[in-house]
């Protein structure tokens, strides 16, 4: 679970011609599911969306906002209606080419309109001519948001306990129940909604901007809508037949181990930290005997500290190296005793969840898709020699308990082929989505090129990959794009003291 490209990653932390020649995408045998989504767009009688002007935060530009009206369960035209929010920042040149830049959220669970800054700056260049078209997937955002409120800051306690608090899942589920039909928030949805919106408002093909789990929504269309998309970039992609929680536990053991050989072949932490690795098995010997208290902000009294739940933070701290190298200097506190940097830390992650992913979509896509596929064989191999365990999977299983799941089409998890040009943006120390994520990936996609960014982490945006995209979407093509020309970046400096660090 991820967020947005240039923003902190609090959890595990999301993205994505002229008229011309078209990408051919492969076809679907006849009767499959992507051949009958592509059999309902084309007979579907024709969507309507009514764009007015409307002020979108810190996007200097006006915009156009609307809703797509749709019916939460597809077999159910005449029940329960969903508003798809809209918005579309116009090309700032004055006149637009046919095919938009459409950023595909992560979490799951962001929603894409309130990033129109981010994303209006981040391609300035391409903007100039083409439209950026933002959708809320529906169950976030402007499109129902499925929200779950996991935080408790009158009840703190259980948030250092638990990732995802049972109770407060329980909860959620059946507070939302009562307005949802939560096994209707699938990426197959959405990706019928987002073809919706692209006949709506008269678009060509979509150049699709995609990262970590908007990576499995972009999959997800480009076998539905073959023909509707013209480039599609996916950044730290995450393999639609992967069970992401599952592997959570050694790609954290990787990333972990890369952080304490940095810091050892760096003169001041090394300086700083001499004794590292052993300062951390110490703090989880220390964490597995429940010797570790915790005393809450503003509060008195103490509450026991969890060694699963305080892996899991330094595991989302790991997806980065600007927040990785943060982790010596917290281990080295941990060990000396003050445990409230961690704290603060982790009720700081939970708050942040609770506002930055509609929880209620994450769990309908992730039951769904990833933990319905869990073998408890696997787990046990994949828990083994690790710090963090079982712990996330577990969690995330006990949320899925009493979740609503929706049913798969056979063929759902198969991984997609496709001749569509498609850009892979990988970081190389990136503790979410491991490298060899892209190559299981990339191998279904004949029209690719790959970008391994040494030095980075997931979903980063550099000045160096951002040319290239430009070139990418101008041209259409991957023809000429050298994977290889982005010079690796050297760490930030590793945080010593409070306050010295990136």
């Known amino acids: 679970m ?22 051919a995408g492969d076809g679907f045998p006849p009767g499959s599911a992507a051949d009958n989504n592509l ?9 309507t969306i009514v764009l007015s002007p409307c002020t979108l935060p810190d996007v200097a530009q006006a915009a156009r906002c609307g809703v797509l009206v749709v019916p939460e369960n597809p077999d159910r035209p005449d029940g329960r209606q969903l508003s798809i929010g809209v ?63 996991l935080h408790s800051a009158g009840e703190p306690a259980p948030n250092l306990r638990d990732f995802f608090p049972p109770a407060a899942v329980t909860r959620c589920e059946r507070r939302l129940r009562t307005r949802a039909d939560l096994t209707q928030y699938t990426y197959a949805h959405f990706a019928s909604d987002l073809e919706r919106v692209r006949k709506a408002l008269g678009y060509g093909r979509l150049n699709l901007f995609a990262g970590s789990y908007g990576t499995r929504a972009a999959q997800v269309y480009l076998r539905a809508y073959p023909n509707s998309v013209r480039t599609a970039y996916l950044g730290s992609v995450v393999p639609i037949d992967v069970v992401t929680p599952l592997v959570m536990a050694k790609t954290a053991q990787e990333a972990l181990e890369d952080t304490f050989s940095a810091c050892a072949a760096d003169s001041a932490c090394r300086a700083a930290f001499p004794d590292l690795r052993d300062e951390f098995a110490r703090i989880l010997a220390r964490l597995d005997a429940g010797e570790v208290r915790a005393i809450l902000p503003g509060r008195t009294g103490t509450v026991p500290m969890q060694r699963g739940r305080v892996v899991e933070w330094f595991r989302s701290l790991l997806y980065r190296p600007k927040s990785a190298a943060r982790l010596p200097w917290l281990i ?26 509609s929880l209620g979509l994450f769990f309908s896509i992730t039951c769904a898709e990833d933990m319905a596929f869990l073998d408890e064989k696997d787990i046990v191999a994949q828990s083994r020699d690790t710090a963090l365990g079982d712990y996330r999977v577990r969690q995330q299983q006990v949320a899925c308990k009493p979740w609503p799941k929706a049913s798969l089409p056979a063929e759902y998890r198969t991984p997609v082929r496709s001749s569509v040009p498609v850009m892979f943006v990988s970081g190389d120390i990136d503790g979410g989505s491991p490298l060899w994520f892209t190559d299981r990936v990339a191998k279904g996609f004949s029209d690719r090129v790959q970008v391994v ?8 945006w550099t000045e160096c990959v951002g040319q290239l995209y430009e070139r990418f979407v101008r041209t259409g093509a991957t023809r000429g794009l050298d994977g290889s020309s982005c010079k690796a970046m050297p760490r930030p400096p590793f945080e010593t003291r409070r306050g010295n660090g990136p």
Request: proline share 7%; charged share 15%; aromatic share 4%.
């Open 87 to 149: 918005a579309v920042v116009p090309a700032s040149g004055g006149q637009a080419l046919s095919d938009p830049i459409v950023p595909l959220m992560g979490g799951p669970g962001e929603d894409a309109i309130s990033a129109a800054a981010l994303y209006a700056d981040q391609f300035a260049s391409l903007h100039r001519d083409r439209d950026l078209l933002l959708v809320d997937q529906r169950g976030t955002g402007r499109s129902g948001a499925l929200r779950c409120g």
């Open 332 to 357: 080295h506190q941990a060990h000396e005793g003050d445990w409230s940097p961690i704290v603060e830390g982790i009720l700081s992650q939970a708050q942040g969840m609770d506002s930055a992913i």
């Open 453 to 460: 960014q040494g030095g980075r982490g997931h979903t980063q």
């Open 39 to 47: 059999r309902e767009s084309t007979a579907d009688p024709a969507p």
């Open 2 to 23: 991820t967020f947005r490209p240039l923003r902190p990653c609090t959890i595990v932390a999301s993205l994505l011609i002229a008229a011309g020649t078209a990408a």
